[in-house]
């Protein structure tokens, strides 16, 4: 006799979905995706650094670029996500990539300030294309370890940002700025080959959830005042995360090589950092699963706040140690915080991830530029120790959000689990 099919498990441990292969070979290649769409993104601070020669740039000027491309990524986030939601993420994601991988091309060849800003505008609509689509395929293929399956996700991202200065410094080298073409064709390439591997196994539509009967409990708002404060919260402190993140990113290696550090060494350094910036990201969602999202955030930050402080002022033999320090502990608390956000946001997980990813692009876009506006007037010693407080700004903000709380909760739905702790 055939042994019965495995049903739902009730024993006290919780179970482990196991999905089918091909549809974690989906999540291999949604990683490898991710992985390209952020080369580019890495690619931004080395473009920046050459460019800053190249056209005279200030440093003012190098965060108005990195704002402006991350900025415009956060107003459009959001629209991609919710059009996810309805049509399926297939398209937007393919054909973002496709997109950005065309308008990266093109930015080696600015001949003005002007130009390169509108350049990596449009580059970064192909981004804002691709990552709720991702975000969100990422959190239900592995529905019952949703930390654990971001963190491979976003792995992705930052392997993508740790290749992109390492790439750009080695070409620019050979080819000067115009080699971006070459990198932008090679990608566009790629894009393509990864997009009809997977075409097939991403659906054409998204997935709509069963109906939800609206029904009204005595005391209880559809949407609560509290669980609209939580949101706020976590959205500082996503956006000041990603503030600290950028502000590393494109201010490092102008802070080395103002230290005398070679353009080529100075761009091992930032790729170092971000290469360890994947360790920070791929433990962050296991721990959170295991510990909870609250002490990941907070651990992380809290633990960022003096290496900044320090690496501020640090000397040609310390900085590059602590800057790599600061790419670990700022990845740590990545996955975590998009989780909760998508636990947060009544909807669909493509809206979440959209309007998550997109409001802390927004912080960070600000934070950044107003990072390189204090460098202009303060030098880049002293915009990098004032991160510092930000930093423990944010740890303080995490306290801002209760405990269990969930978008569930506000609805006539079973109990959700209890989603920050």
């Known amino acids: 006799m055939n042994p019965a099919p495995m049903g739902p498990t009730t ?11 091909p549809l974690r070979t989906s999540l291999g ?20 650094l050459y460019q800053r020669q190249e056209l005279g740039l200030s440093l003012t000027q190098v965060g108005i670029a990195a704002g402006v491309y991350h900025f415009l990524i956060s107003l459009a986030q959001p629209l991609f996500g919710h059009l996810a939601d309805r049509r399926g993420g297939r398209g937007s994601a393919f054909g973002g990539l496709i997109w950005l991988s065309l308008m990266s091309a093109s930015l080696g060849y600015s001949p003005t300030f002007s130009v390169m800003l509108v350049l990596a505008a449009l580059a970064a609509l192909g981004s804002a294309a691709f990552h709720p689509s991702g975000a969100a395929g990422a959190s239900q293929l592995v529905s019952s370890r949703p930390g654990s399956g971001m963190s491979i996700f ?13 790439i750009a410094t080695t070409v620019f080298e050979i080819t000067g700025l115009r080699g971006t073409a070459w990198i932008g064709g090679a990608s566009l390439a790629l894009a393509i080959t990864l997009s009809v591997g997977m075409w097939t196994r991403w659906p054409a539509t998204a997935a709509r959830p069963a109906p939800v009967a609206h029904v009204h409990r005595p005391g209880r708002k559809l949407v ?4 609209l404060g939580a949101l706020a919260a976590l959205l500082i402190v996503t956006g000041t995360r990603h503030w ?3 502000s590393l990113a494109n201010f490092v290696p102008q802070q080395l090589t103002s230290m005398g550090i070679a353009r080529p060494q100075a761009t091992l350094w930032l790729s170092a950092m971000l290469a360890v910036n994947i360790v920070g990201v ?37 900085i590059g140690p ?36 997109g409001i802390s692009f927004a912080i960070g876009a600000a934070g950044v530029t107003l990072t390189g506006i204090i460098a202009d007037q303060f030098g880049l010693g002293t ?25 569930r909760q506000t609805r006539a739905m079973p109990p959700a689990p209890t989603i920050f702790e």
């Open 11 to 21: 024993s006290l441990t919780k179970p482990v979905e196991i999905r089918p292969t």
């Open 29 to 48: 290649i949604l990683t490898l995706l991710h992985l390209l769409v952020d080369v580019h993104s890495g690619m931004l601070p080395v473009i920046l």
């Open 154 to 166: 976003l792995v992705g991202g930052s392997a993508g940002y740790a290749l992109g200065p390492l």
């Open 224 to 227: 609560s005042s509290t669980l």
């Open 244 to 246: 600290l993140y950028q």
């Open 282 to 318: 791929l433990i962050g969602g296991p721990l959170a699963d295991r510990y909870g999202h609250r002490v990941v955030v907070v651990g992380g930050l809290a633990s960022l706040a003096p290496v900044l402080l320090v690496a501020g002022f640090a000397n040609v033999y310390s």
């Open 322 to 357: 602590l800057v790599v320090l600061a790419g670990f502990l700022v990845g740590i608390p990545l996955a975590a915080t998009i989780v909760v956000g998508q636990s947060l946001i009544p909807g669909g997980t493509g809206l979440a991830s959209g309007l998550v990813l």
């Open 383 to 407: 915009a990098i120790s004032g991160l510092a407080p930000v930093a423990l700004a944010a740890v303080f903000t995490v306290f801002a959000i209760p405990r269990g709380i969930s978008a």
